[in-house]
């Protein structure tokens, strides 16, 4: 039996989670839940699964929590920065699945580390942000980390039984998002819920943006640069409409390994809570008859920029994943309130990382800082925007 923390347990891979948990009871248990605002969520699933600890962001949804559950509830409900450690390294804990969205997951991640937990990590953004520092902990702690991410899932088991050193390049496939076939001249006036539109996944909708504009495959670039150790001119991304094959590895002799499957991320999900074994999941393979053809091409970096822009981060490296990282999630923001056009998601990452003083080495605090650093300078350009 796995105890777990799931952390961001009311958001789509969160709930994917808790469907596997429930699904398999002989093999998981919760014993800590986080999120943030979702409440009445959050109190359907500590009645259901009961946590021994729930983090959510401060009191005043601390106490709405408490107002909906059940007198006879015994949960420990804990808040803000501080609360989402505790639930991170939870003493009863095994293994923390880190499915927050945003920077905000990698405190509680690196706390968890420290903690000597394993880690099932679908929160991008921490790897992005501070990669190096994490994968270092990981190492001197000894724990497992198993991407969830489906790429990355996908790379690391076309890694299994081969030689580091016999790779020779990683290929990221991408489905190339809702606006592949889109004409940049229509580009300006593409809206949030065109965006919100991916043809093939269910997710969160600051990931789903992201994959409107290949910045979701910019930062799986750096994310697999720190997870599998390959330098960027080693990482290519090819794009792959039908999102069946997750992602490859091709080796010296030109072999080329894969994992396929189809679009539901409970796979990636089971495989990293419960890998070396794969759970029994009702999960169909791909119809290949059905599917007919797999299609290949290479992305548009002209049409899509902020996948190029995420290369050169990721390669100036320092604090500039950070930055990128930062700006890209307030320009997200502004997006989705209908205050930044689509086509300013790009200039607002540009101009940011254009306005940043990088830092070569950075530590923790020096990462952290640049992420301040950078939501205020992209804050305040689309404020002078939007004036
Ligand atoms: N969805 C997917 O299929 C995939 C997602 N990922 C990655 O996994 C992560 C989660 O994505 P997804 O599930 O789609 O996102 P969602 O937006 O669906 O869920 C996010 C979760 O994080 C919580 N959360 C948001 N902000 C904070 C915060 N500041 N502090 C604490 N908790 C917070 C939310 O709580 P609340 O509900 O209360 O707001 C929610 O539980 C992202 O990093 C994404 O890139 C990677 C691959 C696939
Ligand atoms: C499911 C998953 O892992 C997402 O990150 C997915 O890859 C998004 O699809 P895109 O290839 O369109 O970015
Ligand atoms: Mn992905």
Redesign the pocket.
């Known amino acids: 039996m796995k105890s777990l923390s799931i952390?961001?347990?009311?958001?789509?891979?969160?709930t994917n989670a808790l469907e596997i948990v429930r699904q398999f009871p002989g093999q998981f248990r919760v014993v800590a839940l986080?999120?943030?605002?979702?409440i009445a969520?959050?109190a359907g699933q500590i009645v259901e699964f009961s946590p021994r600890l729930v983090a959510v962001?401060d009191d005043a949804h601390a106490g709405q929590l408490r107002s909906l559950l059940p007198a006879d509830v015994d949960v420990r409900i804990v808040t803000g920065d501080a609360g989402?450690v505790m639930a991170a390294t939870l003493p009863e804990s095994d293994m923390v699945l880190g499915?927050?969205?945003?920077a905000?997951?990698l405190a509680p991640t690196l706390a968890a580390i420290d903690a000597g937990k394993d880690i099932a990590l679908?929160?991008?953004?921490t790897l992005v942000m501070g990669g190096e520092i994490v994968m270092a902990r990981v190492a001197e702690r000894g724990v497992k980390l198993m991407p969830?991410?489906?790429e990355h899932s996908a790379i690391f088991q076309s890694l299994a039984g081969h030689r580091h050193s016999e790779v020779r390049e990683i290929l990221l496939t991408a489905s190339g998002g809702p606006f592949r076939q889109t004409p940049a001249a229509e580009f300006a006036a593409i809206t949030p819920a065109a965006a919100l539109r991916h043809p093939n996944?269910s997710?969160?909708?600051?990931?789903t943006i992201d994959s409107a504009t290949l910045m979701n495959k910019g930062l799986e670039v750096i994310e697999a640069r720190w997870l599998f150790d390959v330098d960027f001119d080693r990482i290519k991304v090819v794009v792959h409409p039908q999102s069946i094959i997750h992602s490859m590895v091709t080796y010296q002799d030109g072999a080329v390994i894969a994992q396929l499957g189809i679009p539901d991320?409970k796979g990636a999900i089971a495989y990293g809570l419960s890998h070396p074994d794969r759970l029994p999941l009702d999960m169909p393979a791909p119809d290949f008859a059905a599917l007919g053809q797999l299609t290949f091409e290479d992305p548009d970096l002209e049409r899509f920029p902020c996948l190029a822009l995420a290369f050169r981060a990721g390669e100036a490296g320092g604090t500039h994943p950070a930055v990128l990282n930062a700006a890209n999630e307030i320009a997200v923001a502004a997006f989705l309130e209908g205050r930044l056009p689509y086509t300013g998601i790009y200039a607002i990452i540009d101009q940011t990382l254009n306005r940043h003083r990088a830092e070569g080495q950075p530590d923790l605090e020096q990462i952290i800082a640049a992420d301040r650093w950078a939501r205020k300078t992209a804050v305040d350009l689309i404020r002078q925007q939007e004036c």
């Not at 952390?7 to 969160?14: A, Y």
């Not at 986080?34 to 979702?38: I, L, V």
Request: charge should be positive; glycine fraction near 16%; proline fraction near 0%.
């Open positions: 952390l961001g347990s009311t958001g789509s891979i969160g986080a999120a943030k605002t979702s969520a959050l962001i989402y499915a927050m969205v945003g905000a997951g679908a929160n991008k953004e969830v991410d489906s996944w997710m969160g909708s600051k990931i991320m």
